[in-house]
Structure formats: structure tokens, C-alpha cells
């Protein structure tokens, strides 16, 4: 790769050890990918829950907080997704202290560094959009899908350690979605039949990703009918990103690189094209219910819930009772607004909790299951469905209305 | 088909030798693994129930979130981890892991590398020249 001056400088240890040990690994994972620079980046976002980390990254994380105060910190803006744990929910999950132990020591590791512990993975709604063309490094699937196809940001996934390096250079190697021409269509996806529930556009993200099959395609909508909304797109991208490992969408008429499909398609390149419809997303969802007439628990979470995802879920458990485990997972951002406005107390009036500033799948869902005795799991995310059966769960994918009748009948799927 | 070599596109780590536990499936740490047992635990994939641990694991795609990245190094530090990773395609996520870890991982071949080991097959992975290869012992 082709340093600059200030690079080299990086390289030899001039602006300390952790900033020497970060652009070393760049280099290494820039190498990999056939990088031949860096690009300067605005912003970096950390996925470190302890669940990943495990108590030998949280050492890792300790002893680069303790190196002294100027070879240490961040040098742009740097911020964290979910952690695993609500302190304040901790013991109604049936966390273990050893667990909350872990976070801790992270939290001040992270915080020794100069990184804002915002917890969040919905940054791009609530801490601060990317802009058009603006390089990032950001670190949740559905983080960098979002930014990059909605805001028309640039950002590959940057896993913790790298987004961190991110933090301590400044910079990331360009490659994949850095350049302009990775961010070309390569295949078009026609469909048939505009998602009305997030469940939907979950089920269609999942199906999309299924067809795409890895990080290096982008796949290109047409036959979208209508501007979806932002809870919309991030549970599509969510899921396209979870099923596909895809880091880049576009839609026609509708996303900032796509005013037209021609926009996004090389010319004179056909494409490969598929057609889903209203029949394929309702076999997709249908798969995750079937031999399911109950659940021990109904999780919303995978993405965090904006103020308005909340708003639905109070609208709906109004004058009702959940009885069995509802859980709502929202951003340490949107749960002073859910309180201030009211949303927290309706919800939990009704029987369900609210969980902030951590993520379900993040929070040792394992051993979450073993001690509460849950494994029949319903939601509304596709995202969520997709990663917690390896945890040991049966999901079922809902809507968010039929996630609340079964919890208020007591765990039974009503048909 | 024994001493056949098959070159991939990338590589990083050190050279190795181990049984090949291969499928058409992809790969996430997070999604796939039950990390503490040791074994591959998503109900869907092929391999589920299966240990990992020694094995040159021989799949299709990287899949999934980020969390691969801490989870290689957090896996090899309790020694509960693959030998290698061998893969027609990686994300960054892999690599970034990879890296941290000092793992042994290639990817990118000219052919679909899940149908050209078998299963079980003692296999030499070398990633350190500039053709990284496995080879069928």
C-alpha cells in the first residue's frame, strides 16, 4: 500500500503504540483486499459487546487503555454499538455478575481511549447521519448498509478492532465500498409487491440477501411503489445484510445513487434478474412459524427501536396485558424521549420491559435462554430470526401486532 | 487427487496441516457457533452439531455480522478455534478477524473450493508465499 509521509509516521511509532499497532493492522487487511491507500474517514463506530470480546479481548482492550494519555486516544470521533447488558434490566434478564463485570471493564477501557459510549446501532437516526460521499468506518452490518445506501455514505464493515484502528489513525484502507466503481449494481431485483410491516421488509431484505450472497454484491430494486420510511429501509437493510453479508442496496427512483436504474447499472452489462412477490415473502416468513403454535417470549430488537417503533408498540398494548416476556430494546438516545413522552410508562403499564443500549442477540442470548427457560422466541425482526436460532432459540417472524396479541394471550400464536 | 493443489487469490497467517471439514455453507462466528462447546450449533447449516475445533474448515462464504472479527481472537485464546479458514469468498470482517488473531486464513480459488476437498481429507494450507494454496496431503 502507498503511505504518506504522515503514515509512515503512524507506522514507525511517532504518534504512539496503539496508533503503531493500528495502522499495522490496516495495512495487513488493506493488503488482503488489494487496498493501494488510505482515505481519511469522519467517524468510526465500535461493535465490542463482552459477549465477542470475551475476556481475552477485554485484557486486549486493557492494556491499550493503559498506555499513557497522548499515545492513547481516538483522533476523530468514535462511538460504540449495543453492549451486552442493560445495568439497569440486568437481573430481570437473569445476567450474571460475571457478565456485568466484563462490560465494565470494557466500558472504561473504551472510555480511556476517548471513545463515546453511545451504544447504539441506529446512530444513522439518532447521533449523526452521514452525508452523501462522506467516508466513514462504521462497525454494525446494519449500520453500514443504512449509511451507505440511504445516506450514499462510504463505509465498508469495519469490525470492532478495525474500526477502532479507524479511530486511533483516522483513516481506513480504500477498498470495496470506498470505490466508486464497487458501488455499481450487480444484479436487479424486481419486485412484485411492495412490504406494508417491517416484518415484511425484513422478509424481503432476507430474500434479496439469500439471492446475493456475499459481501461483494449490490443489488438493485426496481418496483418499489412507494418512499419507504426509515424503520422500513433499516429493517430491510438489516436483513439484507444479516442473510447476505451485502453492504450496499440500491433502489430505484428512490435511493441518492439510483434517481434511475440506469445510474447504478454498467453499460452494456446485462444483469442478472430476479422477481420476488407478495407469495415469496409470506413462504419466507411462513418457514420461521411453522410447528409453532406458542412462544416462551416476544423480543423487538435488531435494530434498536426508534421513538416511533415505540409509539406503535404503546399504541398497541394499550388497555392490555402481556403475560408473558416482551421485551423492547431502543437506544440510550431514544429511551429519555420514550420516558419524557410517556411511551416507557404505557408499555411497561402493560406488562412489557424497555431495554436500553443493549441488543438482544448481543447480550449472551445463550445463557439468557438457559436461565430464564426461554426457547421459543416470536419478532418482528428478520435480522433477529436469522442469528438467534445458532443461540439455541426457535423463532417465529411476526408482525408486531401479532407479536403483541400472542404475548397478551399468554405466549399462543394467534392465527 | 492426493498432492493437488489449488491456488487462492489472498492469504494471511502461518502454514498449516489438519483435517478438512468442508460444506457448501457459509461461515459467521456469531450465528454458526456454539463458541463454548466447540461445535457448529445454527440448526440450518450442514455442519451443525459437528466440532470445529483442529479443523480446516473448507466453506462457501463469509456470512453474517461483525462479531468475527473479536470472536477469532477471543476463540484462539481459549483454544477452542478452527485450524483455518478456507473460502471462496471472504467480507473484510473475516480478514479484520483473521488479522487480529494471526489466523490462517485463504481465499478467492478459480473453482468452487467446497467441491474440491473432501471431507475429512488431510489437507496443507500455505498461505505465505505469493500463491497461497491448499494442497490434499
Known sequence: MKLTDEEEALRNGEFGPAAQWAIEHQIKVGAYLGAGDFVPVTQAHIMADTESLGLAGVEWLERMAGLPAQHRLVRIPTITDPRGTDFAAAHRLKQQPWMLDLERRAIAAFEALGVLMTDTCINYQTIMPPVHGEHVAYGDTGVVIYSNSVCGARSNFEGGPSALSAGLTGRTPRYGYHLEEQRRATLIV??????????????????????????????????IDRVPGSDELKHFGAALASYGSVALFHIAGITPEAKRLDDVVPAGAPLPTHNIGEADIRAFQASYAKAIDRVDLVVFSAPQLSLLELQQLAGLLDGRRATIPLLAVTSPQVKPDADRLGLTGRIEAAGGTILSGMCFYQSYAREMAEANGWKLLATNSAKLVNIIGGYGYTPALMSMEACVDAACAGGKIVP | MSGEIFHAAAG??????????????????????????????????????????????????????????????????????????????????????????????????????????????????????????????
Open chain 1, 190 to 223: 424486481d419486485v412484485g409487491w411492495t412490504p406494508r410491516e417491517l416484518n415484511d421488509w425484513g422478509a424481503l431484505g432476507a430474500i434479496v440477501g439469500r439471492l446475493a450472497g456475499d459481501y461483494w454484491q449490490v443489488p438493485a430494486l426496481v418496483g
Open chain 2, 12 to 137: 494471511m497467517g502461518r502454514k498449516l496441516r489438519g483435517r478438512a471439514l468442508v460444506a457448501r455453507d457459509g461461515f459467521s462466528a456469531r450465528y454458526d457457533l456454539d463458541r463454548v462447546r466447540g461445535i457448529f450449533s445454527r440448526p440450518e447449516h450442514s455442519l451443525a452439531g459437528e466440532s470445529y475445533v483442529g479443523r480446516v474448515l473448507v466453506l462457501d462464504a463469509a456470512k453474517g455480522g461483525v462479531a468475527t472479527a473479536w470472536m477469532l481472537h477471543e476463540m484462539k485464546a481459549r483454544s477452542v478455534v478452527p485450524a483455518a479458514l478456507v473460502l471462496n469468498a471472504v467480507n473484510p470482517i473475516m480478514v479484520q478477524g483473521a488479522a487480529l488473531a494471526d489466523f490462517t486464513m485463504i481465499s478467492g480459488f478459480d473453482l468452487d473450493i467446497t467441491q474440491a476437498i473432501p471431507n475429512g481429507a488431510l489437507v496443507e494450507v500455505d498461505p505465505t508465499g505469493e500463491r497461497p494454496f491448499i494442497r490434499i496431503v
